[in-house]
Each structure stands twice: as structure tokens, then as C-alpha cells.
């Protein structure tokens, strides 16, 4: 089929389906709308989790696929109106034709100016039609444009990770390779956006283009480019596509402009919704937690009023409570690093003596955390027995539940404290607050 493009029945037939895609943007527009609109929700509860247990190198994959989903989708909203627009001026050229002027009996001056700026019917229809199919191809173009920074980002901390951190070829061997990489990249990507925004500048000058071009290689692998590089070249050699591409840079800056303004109506209230003492966030109670997209942000209870005897705690774990549990107990930091991503594809290896020595250092695991962390109400410190668990939510974390029952009717204040080293002093500093009133079942 490769050697095909060149017969003239191939190309009648690809000129054949350009004239009939309209109905092929269509399909595909309206089944990429509903489904970017279902996953745009499911993307953004990912992300306030992703945000909320710290999952470092989880954060910028779902901000990847938000910023796609959100570029796609205002792509294809536009592209199904004009597409819209061009289908109802075909239906009406169908019944009034080209436009009369002469029939509309404007002076003379207004006669003119529209001859000029409309000059017929038939040119609008062609020129919604244009706008649409370029529309449509962009669309997706862009998006390619996002994994190709994603790949350059990733390239760079690959870098810092597998080879300056992991030590891939020794000590100082390593430091030097991984700074000459993540130069090679930065340097790299800077020519290349240069040569981006510029239209090719870089390789229409003949000395350029010659130490330009041992970076345009490499990076046409890094940003995936081979993939989608006839696509571009096809915008840039038409100034009515190329025009088009560079206006739609200004609309989607100016969109996010207008997203990130909002009315504030108060001096004090963002700054009293930052103290705990004072504010009641409804994040914190497990009952208030009816919608999917609620979760625990960083701890729970069960009730913002309390009637029963106990108080169950969850605390929401992320990364930075396993650092500080090793800071506190350094034998349980493993030689070996194993957070961040992995395959479901496990190889079993280990002894009985393994499975030992990890349920071991499980159980110290969690003691560490009991140790590092006391709970507090008011000013009086309640004894607590955290163990692992899973909230509603699905959110993993540490529970346990706090003796109550002695405690007077009211307003009070439950505080989890951690312990904190600063320069060899160590003392408990405030984790979570959260407010609560008890009142006893008569």
C-alpha cells in the first residue's frame, strides 16, 4: 500500500474522501466530545488525589491528560459550530443562492464595502470549510505538542533520576554524564521551540542548519515528532494554515486568563479558611463526604457532632509520612527505593525468611508512626493505637478511635501532633486540627 500513493486511482480516491470527511469530523467529533466530558471529572478527582497523598510523579501524567482533554475539547466545541454554521449556509445556498446586491437597494457606498469585504456566498461557505477542516487536523496536533513537552520533561528527570541518583556509572563517573545529558536537553529544547516559533529559521541558514541538525535528529525520538512531522510541515507551506495555528496560541492564553479571575467579596475570609481553630472544612467529616468527587484531604472524623462514646481518626497517608517515619527509625529505609511506578508483572523469588523480615518491619512501621504521632484534645493528650486502613473513599491511611466518653459536652478542639527534629531538638509540632462538638445520648 506504501508504494501506492503515487497511482493516479489512489489519488482520485483520497481526493474523493476529502471531499466527503465533513461527515467523519462529525462522528468522530461528537463521540470524542462525550467522551472527553466524561473523563474530564474522573481526571480532575485524580488530580485532587494525586495532589492530596503527594504522589509526586503521578501529578504531571493526569495534569498531561487534563491539559489534552481541555485543548481537545475546546478544539472540537468550535470545530462542531462552524461545522454546524457550514452545514445550515449549504442548506440556505441550496434555497436563495449567491446573494444579490443589486436586490438589497443599499447606497452605493454600503453596495460597495460588502462587494469588497463578502465578495460572494459561495467564498464564505469555502472559507467556513477551510477553517473547519484545519480546525479538526490541529486539534490533534496540539495534542502531540503537549506529549512532546511531557517526553522532554520526563527526559530530563529520567536523567536526574536513573543515572545522577541511581549512580549508573559511579560515583562522579555519573554526576558528570547526567549534568552533560540534562544540558544537551535544555540547550536542545531551546533550539528547537527557537526554530518553532520561528518558522524554520534554523534550517533555512546553511551554517544554522548544520550544528542544528544533530539536535533536530535527536529530538524528532525524544518528542515523537517522526510521528506527526508531515503533519506539520503541511500546516507550515500554506499561509492561510499557518495563520490559523498562530491565532488559536493568543485564544487559549486569553482563556486562561479569563478561567483564573474571580470575585472576592471579603478581606478575611481566604485567610480564616486557612485556620483550623476557626474554620469548619466539611473535607473533614465522613459523613459530609456524599459526593464522588469528596474525599479527605489530610484527616477525618466521623461526625462534625458527635453523640457516640469514641471519636474514630483517619489520617490520610502521602510520601512525606514515610520520610519522617524513617527519620525517626532509619533501619526501615530499604537500600533500594521501590516507590514510584511498576508493572503488575512480579517474578516470586523470595524465601519464607523474606516474608518474615517484611511482616517484621511492617509491624515496627507502624509502631514508628504510633510513636511519631500523639493525639490531642484540647489540651489533653489522648492515648491512640493507630493501624492501617482504608476509609469510603477508598483512601489509604491510619485509623484509630479515641475513648470519649468522660469528655464534657461542647465545642472542642482535636489535634494530631508530630514529632519533629530541628537541629537535634525534637518536639510536637500541630499535624491536623479539627473541630467538633460532643453531645451525649440521654
Given at each position: 500500500?506504501?508504494?501506492?500513493?503515487?497511482?493516479?486511482?489512489?489519488?482520485?480516491?483520497?481526493?474523493?474522501?476529502?471531499?466527503?470527511?465533513?461527515?467523519?469530523?462529525?462522528?468522530?467529533?461528537?463521540?470524542?466530545?462525550?467522551?472527553?466530558?466524561?473523563?474530564?471529572?474522573?481526571?480532575?478527582?485524580?488530580?485532587?488525589?494525586?495532589?492530596?497523598?503527594?504522589?509526586?510523579?503521578?501529578?504531571?501524567?493526569?495534569?498531561?491528560?487534563?491539559?489534552?482533554?481541555?485543548?481537545?475539547?475546546?478544539?472540537?466545541?468550535?470545530?462542531?459550530?462552524?461545522?454546524?454554521?457550514?452545514?445550515?449556509?449549504?442548506?440556505?445556498?441550496?434555497?436563495?443562492?449567491?446573494?444579490?446586491?443589486?436586490?438589497?437597494?443599499?447606497?452605493?457606498?454600503?453596495?460597495?464595502?460588502?462587494?469588497?469585504?463578502?465578495?460572494?456566498?459561495?467564498?464564505?461557505?469555502?472559507?467556513?470549510?477551510?477553517?473547519?477542516?484545519?480546525?479538526?487536523?490541529?486539534?490533534?496536533?496540539?495534542?502531540?505538542?503537549?506529549?512532546?513537552?511531557?517526553?522532554?520533561?520526563?527526559?530530563?528527570?529520567?536523567?536526574?533520576?536513573?543515572?545522577?541518583?541511581?549512580?549508573?556509572?559511579?560515583?562522579?563517573?555519573?554526576?558528570?554524564?547526567?549534568?552533560?545529558?540534562?544540558?544537551?536537553?535544555?540547550?536542545?529544547?531551546?533550539?528547537?521551540?527557537?526554530?518553532?516559533?520561528?518558522?524554520?529559521?534554523?534550517?533555512?541558514?546553511?551554517?544554522?542548519?548544520?550544528?542544528?541538525?544533530?539536535?533536530?535528529w535527536v529530538f524528532s525520538f525524544i518528542t515523537l515528532s517522526f510521528l506527526y512531522r508531515p503533519l506539520v510541515y503541511?500546516?507550515?507551506?500554506?499561509?492561510?494554515?499557518?495563520?490559523?495555528?498562530?491565532?488559536?496560541?493568543?485564544?487559549?492564553?486569553?482563556?486562561?486568563?479569563?478561567?483564573?479571575?474571580?470575585?472576592?467579596?471579603?478581606?478575611?475570609?481566604?485567610?480564616?479558611?486557612?485556620?483550623?481553630?476557626?474554620?469548619?472544612?466539611?473535607?473533614?467529616?465522613?459523613?459530609k463526604l456524599v459526593e464522588k468527587d469528596d474525599f479527605v484531604k489530610r484527616a477525618s472524623i466521623q461526625s462534625q457532632?458527635?453523640?457516640?462514646?469514641?471519636?474514630?481518626?483517619?489520617?490520610?497517608?502521602?510520601?512525606?509520612?514515610?520520610?519522617?517515619?524513617?527519620?525517626?527509625?532509619?533501619?526501615?529505609?530499604?537500600?533500594?527505593?521501590?516507590?514510584?511506578?511498576?508493572?503488575?508483572?512480579?517474578?516470586?523469588?523470595?524465601?519464607?525468611?523474606?516474608?518474615?523480615?517484611?511482616?517484621?518491619?511492617?509491624?515496627?512501621?507502624?509502631?514508628?508512626?504510633?510513636?511519631?504521632?500523639?493525639?490531642?484534645?484540647?489540651?489533653?493528650?489522648?492515648?491512640?493505637?493507630?493501624?492501617?486502613?482504608?476509609?469510603?473513599?477508598?483512601?489509604?491511611?491510619?485509623?484509630?478511635?479515641?475513648?470519649?466518653?468522660?469528655?464534657?459536652?461542647?465545642?472542642?478542639?482535636?489535634?494530631?501532633?508530630?514529632?519533629?527534629?530541628?537541629?537535634?531538638?525534637?518536639?510536637?509540632?500541630?499535624?491536623?486540627?479539627?473541630?467538633?462538638?460532643?453531645?451525649?445520648?440521654?
Amino acid at each position: 500500500m506504501s508504494s501506492d500513493y503515487q497511482n493516479k486511482g489512489f489519488k482520485e480516491l483520497l481526493d474523493k474522501l476529502q471531499q466527503e470527511s465533513w461527515q467523519l469530523e462529525l462522528i468522530i467529533s461528537g463521540f470524542a466530545i462525550f467522551g472527553l466530558f466524561t473523563a474530564l471529572p474522573e481526571l480532575k478527582l485524580a488530580l485532587d488525589i494525586a495532589k492530596n497523598e503527594e504522589q509526586t510523579y503521578y501529578i504531571p501524567i493526569v495534569i498531561l491528560g487534563l491539559t489534552s482533554c481541555a485543548i481537545l475539547l475546546f478544539n472540537l466545541l468550535i470545530h462542531v459550530v462552524l461545522r454546524g454554521l457550514w452545514i445550515g449556509a449549504l442548506g440556505l445556498r441550496y434555497v436563495s443562492g449567491d446573494i444579490d446586491f443589486e436586490s438589497l437597494n443599499y447606497s452605493e457606498k454600503f453596495t460597495r464595502f460588502l462587494k469588497k469585504r463578502i465578495v460572494s456566498f459561495d467564498k464564505y461557505v469555502a472559507t467556513l470549510e477551510n477553517y473547519c477542516s484545519i480546525l479538526f487536523a490541529i486539534s490533534f496536533l496540539l495534542i502531540f505538542y503537549v506529549i512532546s513537552l511531557a517526553a522532554i520533561l520526563l527526559s530530563i528527570v529520567g536523567v536526574a533520576m536513573l543515572i545522577i541518583e541511581g549512580k549508573l556509572f559511579g560515583e562522579g563517573v555519573s554526576d558528570v554524564v547526567g549534568a552533560i545529558l540534562i544540558l544537551f536537553i535544555i540547550f536542545g529544547s531551546f533550539m528547537v521551540f527557537l526554530d518553532f516559533i520561528t518558522q524554520g529559521f534554523l534550517k533555512k541558514k546553511k551554517w544554522l542548519s548544520k550544528i542544528y541538525f544533530p539536535f533536530y535528529w535527536v529530538f524528532s525520538f525524544i518528542t515523537l515528532s517522526f510521528l506527526y512531522r508531515p503533519l506539520v510541515y503541511n500546516f507550515l507551506d500554506n499561509r492561510f494554515t499557518k495563520r490559523l495555528s498562530f491565532f488559536l496560541v493568543p485564544i487559549y492564553i486569553l482563556i486562561l486568563t479569563l478561567v483564573s479571575f474571580k470575585y472576592k467579596n471579603s478581606n478575611y475570609l481566604e485567610s480564616i479558611k486557612r485556620n483550623s481553630n476557626i474554620y469548619v472544612d466539611h473535607q473533614e467529616y465522613e459523613d459530609k463526604l456524599v459526593e464522588k468527587d469528596d474525599f479527605v484531604k489530610r484527616a477525618s472524623i466521623q461526625s462534625q457532632v458527635i453523640s457516640d462514646p469514641y471519636v474514630k481518626l483517619f489520617r490520610v497517608f502521602n510520601e512525606n509520612i514515610e520520610d519522617r517515619i524513617y527519620q525517626y527509625n532509619s533501619g526501615l529505609k530499604p537500600k533500594e527505593d521501590q516507590r514510584g511506578f511498576e508493572t503488575s508483572i512480579v517474578t516470586f523469588n523470595s524465601g519464607n525468611r523474606s516474608y518474615r523480615r517484611i511482616d517484621s518491619l511492617s509491624k515496627k512501621y507502624v509502631e514508628t508512626f504510633n510513636k511519631v504521632h500523639q493525639v490531642y484534645i484540647d489540651t489533653i493528650a489522648f492515648p491512640s493505637d493507630f493501624m492501617l486502613s482504608k476509609n469510603t473513599k477508598n483512601q489509604t491511611g491510619f485509623e484509630t478511635f479515641l475513648n470519649i466518653k468522660n469528655l464534657k459536652e461542647g465545642k472542642h478542639l482535636l489535634r494530631l501532633k508530630r514529632l519533629r527534629i530541628r537541629r537535634k531538638d525534637t518536639s510536637y509540632i500541630n499535624d491536623v486540627t479539627i473541630p467538633f462538638w460532643y453531645f451525649k445520648n440521654n
